[in-house]
C-alpha cells in the first residue's frame, strides 16, 4: 500500500509562488496515476490537477490553467505542483491522492490520500 505525505504549504501573498511535494513510500509509485485536490473552509473538495504515471499527460482544473504545473519524479518518489501567479481564492488545504490505471477528476477514483498541507493566499 502506497503512503502519501504533502509538504510545501505556507502563506503567501498574492502573485507569489509555492511548490508543493507528495513524497509516496512504497516501490510501485511509478505505476500509479496521481492527482491533487484542494478543500477550502466551508467547501467541498475539489480536483485541481492530475498526471499519469509517466509524466507525459496531464489534466487541469480551469481556474488553476496555465498558473499550476503537475509533475513527477519516478526515481524520488515525488510528485509536484508548482503554483504560480496565487490569488486569494487559491487559498485551501491541498491532497495528493494516487489510484491504479489512468488519473480522472473524480475524488472517488482515487484510493489512496495524503494528510493535506495547507496553502494560504493573502490579498
Known amino acids: 500500500q502506497v503512503q502519501l505525505v504533502e509538504s510545501g504549504g505556507g502563506l503567501v501573498q498574492a502573485g507569489g509562488s509555492l511548490r508543493l511535494s507528495c513524497a509516496a513510500s512504497?516501490?510501485?509509485?511509478?505505476?500509479?496515476?496521481m492527482g491533487w485536490f484542494r478543500q477550502a473552509p466551508g467547501k467541498e473538495r475539489v480536483f485541481v490537477a492530475a498526471i499519469n504515471w509517466s509524466g507525459g499527460r496531464s489534466d487541469y482544473a480551469d481556474p488553476v490553467k496555465g498558473r499550476f504545473t503537475i509533475s513527477r519524479d519516478n526515481a524520488k518518489n515525488t510528485a509536484y505542483l508548482q503554483m504560480n501567479s496565487l490569488k486569494p481564492e487559491d487559498t485551501a488545504v491541498y491532497y495528493c491522492?494516487?489510484?491504479?490505471?489512468?488519473?480522472?477528476?473524480?475524488?472517488?477514483?482515487?484510493?489512496?490520500w495524503g494528510q493535506g498541507t495547507q496553502v494560504t493566499v493573502s490579498s
Open positions: 512504497g516501490r510501485t509509485f511509478g505505476s500509479y496515476a
Open positions: 491522492a494516487v489510484r491504479s490505471y489512468y488519473y480522472t477528476r473524480l475524488l472517488r477514483d482515487y484510493d489512496v
